[in-house]
Every structure is written in structure tokens, then in C-alpha cells.
């Protein structure tokens, strides 16, 4: 059972509000990791315009969350990568009936206070785009809305959520088409994970606190992993991931849902494939359903790939030492 409460419940993310006789808050972590946790099983799709929020609506995505550039785009153009237009996102949000996310830039607070005043359903604090901190990441408890952040090792993931992430994506390497590097990160974290678990159930406590240290992060969070055996969050995989038989992939991982950006919209059959990951992530125990699925494309029409070992920029890198 994934605890929907955090460890600070009284922040200037939290608003108290009185209507009529009833007391209302907003913004507590067990809003916001319950929003998180409603997506479960489910598909968020990267999308430029209202067209393609349209398209991924209609496939059955859960979410669609809103990008200036698809990250295959982001990666050929260079230059600096910020938030979407807002006029964009409002089009999205007027447009389409599922929750709306946006990205901002790692650390910058005040284009992520934008998003919040946009009314957006989630913030992602996201690598794809160029980070305008290199050293620290938004305190994201002091914000109504919540955030998911990206992460590539189990110490990378709690320090996010000790910030006040409600969500947590397993990195993949962005705009590639290539899902070898979600694979690696989610392995990575599977590994920390049974190892601390093994550490919690032998009653070592000065392991656990070891660690702790090692990780950058506070017991309490280390050992509340430790005895849950997985993230206090949801977990969805991000990066690479193009086809419906990479999404039943990952499911089998561990991941509670997919992030897919480039991998439909840079395909010739977007609506065909967007459908089918749709498909195969809800019914990744069945592999027949998901033969199914991956009948509905042609991978003549895929998108071509990188070669994840030899490129000049990984955005996984970004934000990941802080």
C-alpha cells in the first residue's frame, strides 16, 4: 500500500480556506500523492499542440502534459529549452477533459509558480528541458500543485520526494526512441530497493542509517521505503519508450505507468500507436492483449532510434548530482 501522506503536513503549499461552515484544505500531500496515485496504470503523452492532446485523449491517455518541443525536437534544435507557451497550455486545458501537466526548468521556481497560477494539474521538473539551477531543485512543498520529477537511482528518486515530489519518473533518455536506458534505471532502483529491504528486515539499524548518508537523504524516508519495499510514491517509466511491447515491458518492471513523448508523435501511425501503448500498459499481465497491441503498428513506421551510448547530450544527466 503506497502511504498518500509525507512527512511535512503543514506548508505554504497548504491552503486553509473556510466556505460557508465547512473548513477546506488544499494542497496537502495526501492530495497531491493522491492525484499521482488516480493515474495509476495509466498513459501521460508529451504533447505541442491541441491537435495531438486531442489524439492522445481519445486513445485512452490518463494525462497529456504540454511541451513548447517533443523531446526528440528539444535534442535536434539546441539552444536553451524553457516552459511551454501559456497561451498553449490554456488551449490544451480548454480543449481536452483529462488532467493537463506542463514542464518547467530544474530550479526555476518562478516559471513553475506561473504554471501553478495556469491552473495546470501537475508540474514536471524536468531534465528535457535546460536547467536553470545546476545545483539545487525547486523546494516544491511551499506549492499548491503537485510535481513529478525524473530519477535514475533510489537515492536521485528520495531526495525528490524529500523536496516534496508526489510522483516519480524513472528516467529513460529522452527524444531517442531507445528504451535501453529506462530498462537500466528502473533495474537500478529495483536493486536499492531490495537491498535496503533486506537491510530493514534484518533489523540493522546502523546500516539503514548508513544508507541514509549515502544517499543524501533522512532516515525517516530511508526506513519508511525500507519497510513499504518500494517507493512512498507512485513510480511511472519515462524515456525511449516507443512501443506498446516497451510499455508492458517496463509494467512488468514495477513501474505503476508510462511516460511516452516522442515515440508517438515522431511515428507515422501516431494514432494507431498511441492507442495501442494504451493498450498494452493496461493489460501488461496479458501477452496476448499485448501481441495485440503491437499487431495494431508497423515498425516500418517507428521512429528511427539513437544509439543512446554516443550521444553529445543526455538529458538523463541533468539535475541527477543534486
Same mark, same amino acid.
Given at each position: 500500500?503506497?502511504?498518500?501522506?509525507?512527512?511535512?503536513?503543514?506548508?505554504?503549499?497548504?491552503?486553509?480556506?473556510?466556505?460557508?461552515?465547512?473548513?477546506?484544505?488544499?494542497?496537502?500531500?495526501?492530495?497531491?500523492?493522491?492525484?499521482?496515485?488516480?493515474?495509476?496504470?495509466?498513459?501521460?503523452?508529451?504533447?505541442?499542440?491541441?491537435?495531438?492532446?486531442?489524439?492522445?485523449?481519445?486513445?485512452?491517455?490518463?494525462?497529456?502534459?504540454?511541451?513548447?518541443?517533443?523531446?526528440?525536437?528539444?535534442?535536434?534544435?539546441?539552444?536553451?529549452?524553457?516552459?511551454?507557451?501559456?497561451?498553449?497550455?490554456?488551449?490544451?486545458?480548454?480543449?481536452?477533459?483529462?488532467?493537463?501537466?506542463?514542464?518547467?526548468?530544474?530550479?526555476?521556481?518562478?516559471?513553475?509558480?506561473?504554471?501553478?497560477?495556469?491552473?495546470?494539474?501537475?508540474?514536471?521538473?524536468?531534465?528535457?528541458?535546460?536547467?536553470?539551477?545546476?545545483?539545487?531543485?525547486?523546494?516544491?512543498?511551499?506549492?499548491?500543485?503537485?510535481? !513529478?520529477?525524473? &530519477? /535514475?537511482?533510489?537515492?536521485?528518486?528520495?531526495?525528490? =520526494? #524529500? *523536496?516534496? %515530489?508526489?510522483?516519480? @519518473?524513472?528516467?529513460?533518455?529522452?527524444?531517442?526512441?531507445?528504451?535501453?536506458?529506462?530498462?537500466?534505471?528502473?533495474?537500478?532502483?529495483?536493486?536499492?530497493?531490495?537491498?535496503?529491504?533486506?537491510?530493514?528486515?534484518?533489523?540493522?539499524?546502523?546500516?539503514? !542509517?548508513?544508507? &541514509? /548518508?549515502?544517499?543524501?537523504?533522512?532516515?525517516?524516508? =530511508? #526506513? *519508511?521505503? %525500507?519497510?513499504?519495499? @518500494?517507493?512512498?510514491?507512485?513510480?511511472?517509466?519515462?524515456?525511449?519508450?516507443?512501443?506498446?511491447?516497451?510499455?508492458?515491458?517496463?509494467?512488468?518492471?514495477?513501474?505503476?505507468?508510462?511516460?511516452?513523448?516522442?515515440?508517438?508523435?515522431?511515428?507515422?501511425?501516431?494514432?494507431?500507436?498511441?492507442?495501442?501503448?494504451?493498450?498494452?500498459?493496461?493489460?501488461? *499481465?496479458?501477452?496476448?492483449?499485448?501481441?495485440?497491441?503491437?499487431?495494431?503498428?508497423?515498425?516500418?513506421?517507428?521512429?528511427?532510434?539513437?544509439?543512446?551510448?554516443?550521444?553529445?547530450?543526455?538529458?538523463?544527466?541533468?539535475?541527477?548530482?543534486?
Amino acid at each position: 500500500m503506497i502511504p498518500l501522506s509525507g512527512d511535512i503536513a503543514d506548508t505554504k503549499g497548504t491552503i486553509k480556506e473556510k466556505i460557508e461552515s465547512y473548513s477546506i484544505k488544499r494542497g496537502t500531500s495526501t492530495l497531491k500523492r493522491g492525484f499521482a496515485h488516480m493515474l495509476k496504470n495509466g498513459v501521460v503523452m508529451d504533447v505541442t499542440t491541441v491537435e495531438q492532446a486531442q489524439i492522445a485523449e481519445d486513445a485512452g491517455a490518463v494525462s497529456v502534459m504540454v511541451l513548447d518541443k517533443l523531446p526528440s525536437d528539444v535534442r535536434k534544435a539546441g539552444g536553451v529549452a524553457r516552459t511551454a507557451s501559456i497561451r498553449v497550455i490554456e488551449e490544451i486545458m480548454d480543449a481536452v477533459t483529462i488532467p493537463v501537466m506542463a514542464k518547467c526548468r530544474i530550479g526555476h521556481v518562478y516559471e513553475a509558480m506561473v504554471l501553478q497560477e495556469t491552473d495546470v494539474d501537475m508540474i514536471d521538473e524536468s531534465e528535457v528541458l535546460t536547467p536553470a539551477d545546476e545545483f539545487r531543485h525547486i523546494w516544491k512543498w511551499d506549492f499548491t500543485t503537485p510535481f !513529478v520529477n525524473g &530519477a /535514475r537511482s533510489l537515492g536521485e528518486a528520495l531526495r525528490r =520526494i #524529500e *523536496e516534496g %515530489a508526489a510522483m516519480i @519518473r524513472t528516467k529513460g533518455e529522452p527524444g531517442t526512441g531507445n528504451v535501453a536506458e529506462a530498462v537500466t534505471h528502473i533495474k537500478n532502483v529495483n536493486t536499492e530497493l531490495r537491498k535496503i529491504k533486506s537491510i530493514y528486515d534484518s533489523g540493522d539499524e546502523q546500516d539503514l !542509517v548508513s544508507a &541514509a /548518508r549515502e544517499m543524501k537523504v533522512s532516515y525517516s524516508l =530511508i #526506513e *519508511e521505503t %525500507a519497510s513499504l519495499g @518500494r517507493l512512498p510514491v507512485v513510480n511511472f517509466a519515462a524515456g525511449g519508450i516507443s512501443t506498446p511491447a516497451d510499455a508492458a515491458y517496463l509494467m512488468t518492471l514495477g513501474c505503476d505507468g508510462i511516460f511516452v513523448g516522442s515515440g508517438i508523435f515522431k511515428a507515422e501511425d501516431a494514432k494507431e500507436r498511441a492507442q495501442a501503448i494504451v493498450l498494452a500498459t493496461t493489460f501488461w *499481465e496479458d501477452p496476448d492483449k499485448v501481441k495485440e497491441a503491437q499487431k495494431m503498428i508497423d515498425e516500418r513506421q517507428s521512429m528511427l532510434g539513437l544509439d543512446t551510448k554516443n550521444l553529445e547530450l543526455r538529458m538523463q544527466e541533468r539535475g541527477s548530482t543534486a
